[in-house]
Nanobody, 124 residues
Framework: QVQLVESGGGLVQAGDSLRLSCAASGRTLSTYTLGWFRQAPGKEREFVAAIRRSGASTHYTDSVKGRFTVSRDNAKNTVYLQMNSLKPEDTAVYYC?????????????????WGQGTQVTVSS
C-alpha cells in the first residue's frame, strides 16, 4: 500500500509560481510512474503531467507545456510539480498519483494510488 500526501498549494496571483510536492510512504516510489492531475469545480479530473520511473521521460498536457515542470527525487520518495506563470484557469484541486504498470500516463485508470489533493487558486 502506498500513501501519498500533497502539499504546497495556496492562493496566488496570475503570473506567480508554486511548487507542489507529493510525499509517499509505505513503499518506495522508484518503480512507479508518478502523475499529477487536477479537478476544477464542475469538471472532470484531468491529466496535467507525469514522469516515468527513470525520470528520463515526462509528459504534459498542452495547456501547461512550457510553464509546468514535473520532477522526482526517488531518494526522498517525492514527486514535484513546479508551476510557473500561473493563470486563473489553472485553479483546481491538484492530485498526485502513482502507477506501477502505467502504460498510458495520461489516463486516470492507469494509476493505482492517489493523494487527497491540494487546492491551487489563481486570482486574476
Amino acid at each position: 500500500q502506498v500513501q501519498l500526501v500533497e502539499s504546497g498549494g495556496g492562493l496566488v496571483q496570475a503570473g506567480d509560481s508554486l511548487r507542489l510536492s507529493c510525499a509517499a510512504s509505505g513503499r518506495t516510489l522508484s518503480t512507479y510512474t508518478l502523475g499529477w492531475f487536477r479537478q476544477a469545480p464542475g469538471k472532470e479530473r484531468e491529466f496535467v503531467a507525469a514522469i516515468r520511473r527513470s525520470g528520463a521521460s515526462t509528459h504534459y498536457t498542452d495547456s501547461v507545456k512550457g510553464r509546468f515542470t514535473v520532477s522526482r527525487d526517488n531518494a526522498k520518495n517525492t514527486v514535484y510539480l513546479q508551476m510557473n506563470s500561473l493563470k486563473p484557469e489553472d485553479t483546481a484541486v491538484y492530485y498526485c498519483a502513482a502507477g506501477l504498470h502505467t502504460i498510458v500516463a495520461t489516463q486516470r485508470s492507469n494509476y493505482d494510488y492517489w493523494g487527497q489533493g491540494t487546492q491551487v487558486t489563481v486570482s486574476s
